[in-house]
């Protein structure tokens, strides 16, 4: 199960909505601070999860308004809800980073472009943790495993910060003799 799917399946056992409340949910939460979930996936999900048999969908007439398709989790739902929670909260996430891959690809830029985007990752990351502790102050107070959320993104925004400046000074201390990209085997002879 995708973090996107089990996203929707917690908001719908929390109680029927549409697709719109589902999106106002998100939206209110900043559940795309922590899923990969964006508007346009949100019917395509559904549908899957529906599919599936995990959720159920009923034309619903409004009195103020178009029929709306209200969604539920069904029982197969909620068991598949336990079991993403579960194994969400057992099993250490594998990271493919685009850092990892910039990492390892260090020799093959300047030493000014690798602190030129050093830098810009350090801005991005403090302004991502200046907007995730606002909404936590905004939403204040929350249930202790929502407050965890938000708490959990910042602890790690803080350890990568404290990273990011150690490989910024290392890069200035140490990049200048490979600044230049190295040559295969094949350009050698």
Known sequence: MTN??????????????????IERAIEERGMREWTEIGFSSIYF?????????????????????????????????????RKGVLEALSTPAR??????????????????????ALATYRDTLETRRAYVEATLDQQRPLPYFVEAMFTYGLVMAAAESKWLSDLIERVEKEHDHIDRPRRSSSEER
Do not use: C, Q
């Open 45 to 81: 999900l559904l549908k899957k999860l529906g599919r599936a048999e995990l959720i159920d969908g009923k034309i619903e007439e409004t009195s103020h308004g178009p029929a709306r398709k209200v969604y539920h989790l069904t029982a197969k739902g909620r068991a598949a809800l």
């Open 4 to 21: 996107a799917e089990l996203a929707l399946l917690t908001i719908l056992a929390e109680g029927p909505r549409h697709g719109y409340d």
């Open 95 to 116: 990271r493919y980073a685009p850092m990892e891959l910039g990492l390892a690809n260090l020799p093959h830029v300047s030493k000014a472009e690798a602190l030129a």
